[in-house]
């Protein structure tokens, strides 16, 4: 049977460091947003995940 | 009188003939496949033969012979639970799942239509015992037939709602289609395929009754599975963004699906969502009870 988590952040994505607090959570932190945006992506992919933006620069990946 | 024999054969084959005429052949709903309808008839067939056997046997003084009937419906329990446990087993494979309601909906008619082939072929043997006339039972058989026929049809969502295209656009990452938030995207590249190639469509209910049915998440999820079983769905396992949606807005009660199909046309998908079946499960009536009679002062 598989056991898989939903609902819950699996990775925050940001070019803004400062609006994450310390974090569970693995963060990756990027240079530009062209590299968040490209981060993101590859992420979702892996992880079969949804990238949902905050609209403060930081992105988060939910698997739903 | 006709021979006993004779009559039996005679339910037996209006019963068969019953299930037959009520094995619907639609893509939608299971069984679309030989193997499907082989197992169907032939349970549909064992429902007839103890319709047909029950009312010889009762003439014949042998009342055990009511003992067949709780046969009967444990063997019609037993279809509706291989119907629910197949459909069940099926979706984990499926990229837009029925949902547990439709399930349940599909199931109940399994059961259903095996109780219309008993119930068809004791009718056709009653009638032969009344009039003594074999015709008059085959004709008997063919009126509950269609009796049976159309009232299981049931109701379709075109029936308690309105269905129109409808906006699909993006305010900031918020997908919405009309005034309905469906989800928030992050990526671009995926917002401008959504746009490209998504479809919204907004189901507005006719009545209070309709808005309750339409609360119900299993409703909802037949649409969305009714279409993309027609249309095909176009995310992949790994484009969980894709996946079709429907969300309700609150206030109003008017219902958003965003769908993404292999095949864009707004006129097919709005069609298909309009021959939804209003599933049983989900159906609700508030307006014919006192208090809800009560409520919008009629």
Same mark, same amino acid.
């Given at each position: 049977m598989d056991i898989t988590i939903t609902k819950a952040i699996l990775a925050i994505i940001t070019n803004r460091p400062e609006k994450v607090g310390n974090s569970s959570v693995p963060t990756f932190i990027c240079d530009n947003e062209e590299e968040r945006d490209r981060v993101a992506f590859n992420l979702s992919k892996l992880t079969d995940s949804v990238i949902h933006d905050l609209g403060n620069g930081v992105l988060v990946a939910v698997r739903h | 009188m006709p021979r006993t024999e004779h009559i039996i054969l005679v339910g037996l084959i209006m019963g068969t003939l019953a299930r037959f005429v009520l094995l619907k052949v639609d893509f939608r709903q299971y069984p679309s496949y030989p193997q499907g309808y082989i197992i169907h008839l032939t349970l549909g067939a064992i429902a007839a033969g103890l319709g047909a056997v029950i009312l010889p046997a009762l003439l014949n003084k042998d009342y055990t012979a009511v003992t067949f009937l709780t046969i009967a419906i444990q063997q019609f329990r037993e279809v509706r639970r291989m119907e629910r446990d197949s459909l069940d087993n099926l979706e984990v494979n499926e990229l837009v799942k029925r949902g547990s309601a439709y399930i349940e909906d599909i199931s109940k008619k399994f059961e259903a239509r095996n109780y219309a082939a008993l119930l068809v072929s004791i009718s056709a043997t009653l009638a032969i015992y009344i009039t003594q006339n074999i015709f008059i039972g085959i004709i008997a058989g063919i009126i509950f037939i269609a009796v049976f026929s159309y009232t299981m049809k049931g109701k379709k969502l075109m029936d308690v709602a309105g269905i129109e295209p409808a906006k699909l656009h993006f305010k900031g990452a918020f997908l919405l289609v009309d005034d309905i938030v469906i989800m928030n995207i992050g990526l671009e590249p995926s917002r401008d395929k959504v746009l490209d190639k998504g479809v919204g469509i907004l189901i507005t209910p006719k009545d209070h009754s309709a808005k309750v049915t339409l609360t119900n998440t299993g409703q909802r999820q037949a649409m969305l599975y009714d279409v993309v079983s027609i249309l095909?769905?176009?995310? /992949?396992?790994?484009?969980?963004?894709y996946t079709p949606m429907a969300r309700r807005n609150? /206030?109003?009660g008017t219902v958003g699906l965003f769908l993404m199909t292999s095949e864009i046309d707004v006129r097919g998908i709005i069609e298909v969502v309009k021959r939804t079946p209003v599933l049983e499960t989900c159906k609700k009536q508030p307006i014919d009870s006192f208090a809800g009679k009560r409520l919008l002062g009629k």
């Open positions: - | 095909g769905v176009r995310r /992949d396992v790994d484009e969980p963004e609150p /206030d109003t």
